[in-house]
């Protein structure tokens, strides 16, 4: 009786071997099977709920999440949450995701000099960054390997803003346009973003550095922060028309947002004066400003690009894999995506790429 029993107790140990091996071997004989994934849980901390183009950064990542369902066998739960401008609110919010078991956080810092609260719970659970938009200091995006960033080259945009000006200004027609008083100076106000925001910073001295070194002569008028917002804008652009009656010739915004604030207060004070306006971002309504030429151009800042990269990144630290070779890094660390120029001559290309 016994005798039997051991015999058929190895029989089925015998069979339970062919089996796992067969079926080893329907998983691809040679190579080894790998886990199928079932969820990646993607978090995306934002500064702030209404910033456009920080928004239009974000539908890119959740569009990309979305199709990438559809073509692997996955499920992504991507979750948006922004700061009301506070990092230490942003520190919490960090905090419950990683509780949460979130694979990855996406992070556009509020205070960009203030990134350790992240970092310091990042790196004790292992869980990877990837900073977007507000740029981190080398300092703190250097202390771990899972630390990234994306975004773009502040002094490029500083460049093509001002490119667009000198275009227009060498043009001798375009420059008697714009210099009404005819005093061979351009008198200009600047609109910046946050103050120490890499992106006002520099666009700020690099753009009329530019103006300068191309041998144009400038007077600045008045300098005031809008917070990167329309209505901030609106009304800073009030109070300088209230200043400057007659004098403004050009207006340069470190984004589209303040540069179409501008334009609201110049409108709506019948400004006599018709200024050059510029701005960056190339959000669609500013595009629609240029075709219209009641905006003299705008500096493309790609959203697009940089939702997705983020989300390629994402997906793969997610899952403890590297950065996927399509994502190409600079020092290990920054992915940097081109500005370019966009004036009435090539508007309607940017219109066309937005109904894509
Ligand atoms: C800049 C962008 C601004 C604003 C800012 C927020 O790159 O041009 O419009 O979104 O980021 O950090």
């Not at 009435?344 to 937005?354: K, T």
Request: glycine share 6%.
């Amino acid at each position: 009786m016994k005798k039997t029993r051991h015999c058929c107790s190895l029989l089925l140990i015998s069979l339970m071997i062919v089996l796992s091996a067969a079926s080893a071997c329907l998983g691809g004989c040679g190579t080894p099977a790998q886990p199928a994934v079932r969820e990646v849980k993607i978090a995306v901390l934002t500064y702030d709920d209404y910033d456009t183009f920080v928004n239009s950064v974000t539908r890119h990542m959740t569009r990309w999440c979305r199709q990438k369902e559809k073509e692997d066998d996955v499920r992504i739960t991507i979750d948006i949450v922004g700061a009301k401008k506070s990092q230490l609110t942003q520190n919490d919010q960090a905090r419950n995701y990683i509780q949460d078991n979130y694979d990855v956080l996406c992070v556009n810092l509020v205070d960009r000099t203030d990134a350790s609260g992240i970092i310091d719970k990042a790196v004790a659970s292992g869980t990877p960054v990837i900073f977007f938009n507000r740029e981190p200091v080398s300092e703190d995006l250097y202390r771990w390997d899972q630390l990234y960033y994306v975004g773009a080259i502040p002094s490029q945009s500083g460049e093509l803003q001002a490119r667009i000006i000198t275009d227009a200004l060498s043009d001798p027609d375009k420059f008697d346009g714009i210099d009404v008083n005819d005093n061979g100076t351009i008198q200009y106000v600047m609109l910046e973003g946050e103050a120490g925001h890499q992106d006002s910073l520099v666009r700020t001295s690099v753009c009329t550095n530019s103006i300068v070194n191309a041998g144009f002569s400038l007077e600045k008028l008045g300098d005031e922060y809008a917070n990167w917002d329309r209505d901030q804008a609106r009304a800073k652009m009030k109070e300088l028309i209230d200043r400057y009656p007659f004098q403004i010739e050009m207006v340069i915004a470190n984004n589209d947002d303040m540069a179409l604030g501008a334009l609201d207060a110049l409108t709506e004070c019948d400004y006599p004066l018709d200024p050059f306006v510029v701005g960056i971002n190339g959000t669609p309504e500013a595009l629609e400003a240029v075709r219209t030429m009641k905006m003299d151009g705008s500096v493309y800042n790609d959203a697009k690009s940089q939702g997705e990269t983020i989300m390629e990144m994402a997906y793969a630290l997610g899952q403890g894999l590297p950065v996927p070779d399509t994502v190409e890094l600079t020092f290990d660390k920054y992915v940097f995506t081109p500005y370019s120029i966009i004036t009435y001559d090539n508007v309607q290309e940017y219109l066309n790429n937005e109904n894509d």
